[in-house]
């Protein structure tokens, strides 16, 4: 059972340029998260999404866009890469019932330089 | 509105001694509270849970935790610490009534555990 794979793992960026971090999950969750950390800090939530064709704006979504046409999938679009859009991204997915947790993939790690 | 507090932005201690990592939250409604652990490189991986069952939660690796409301705390304890304890720990908080699951986290805790 793979739970939450993201890739890339690792990658840089131009300023200007776009990419998208890939998520899927293989455990049927309907609510999946994206989120940011930078040096130091927790986590801060991006998007998120309660079912496919549903997404929502988290704490902190500016610069950024989802998608989510599956269950499966719930990718994470750059469109304009800047230099503060350097953190670890970490993608999670949770089932319905509220007492239960997330589970997180081991993140990709984005430099823009 | 919901926030989580750890109390020590780094923990040091020896090997086989207790760790105790603070946490304080604040929450409206009815909060499940959660412990993660992030290792190096890796993503976050849940220590233990409390979502208004039994106030004193035992997870893996033979951490536990104690909910009190009265003190609006959730602290984190070993008794003895190993060394593959050594990591980021993160306290979070999330509202039971909010349908979405959405986390609030604290800044994390750095648990080093010398020889």
């Known amino acids: 059972n793979a739970g939450v794979t993201q890739t890339p793992k690792f990658r840089i960026l131009k300023i200007g340029q776009s990419m998208t971090l890939q998520c899927t999950q293989d455990m049927n969750h309907n609510y999946m998260y994206w989120y940011r950390q930078d040096p130091g800090m927790g986590l801060k939530l991006i998007y998120y999404?309660?079912?496919?064709?549903?997404?929502d704006k988290g704490e902190v979504p500016n610069g950024y866009n989802v998608s989510r046409s599956t269950t499966e999938d719930f990718p994470l679009r750059l469109e304009l890469a800047a230099p503060s859009q350097t953190s670890v991204y970490f993608c999670?997915?949770?089932?319905?019932?509220?007492?239960?947790?997330?589970?997180f993939g081991d993140g990709t790690r984005l430099s823009i330089l | 509105a919901q926030s989580v507090t750890q109390l020590d932005s780094h923990v040091s201690v020896s090997e086989g001694t207790p760790v105790l990592l603070r946490c304080n939250y604040s929450s409206s409604y009815s909060p499940s509270l959660f412990w993660y652990v992030q290792h190096p490189n890796k993503g976050l991986q849940l220590l233990l849970k409390y979502t208004s069952a039994a106030t004193l939660v035992k997870g893996i690796n033979g951490f536990e935790a104690e909910f009190k409301k009265s003190e609006t705390s959730f602290h984190l304890t070993k008794p003895s610490a190993h060394m593959s304890d050594a990591a980021e720990y993160f306290c979070v908080v999330s509202d039971q009534r909010e349908g979405t699951g959405k986390l609030i986290f604290g800044q994390g805790t750095t648990l080093q555990v010398k020889p």
């Open positions: 999404s309660v079912g496919a064709g549903i997404t």
């Open positions: 999670a997915s949770r089932q319905v019932n509220s007492n239960q947790p997330q589970h």
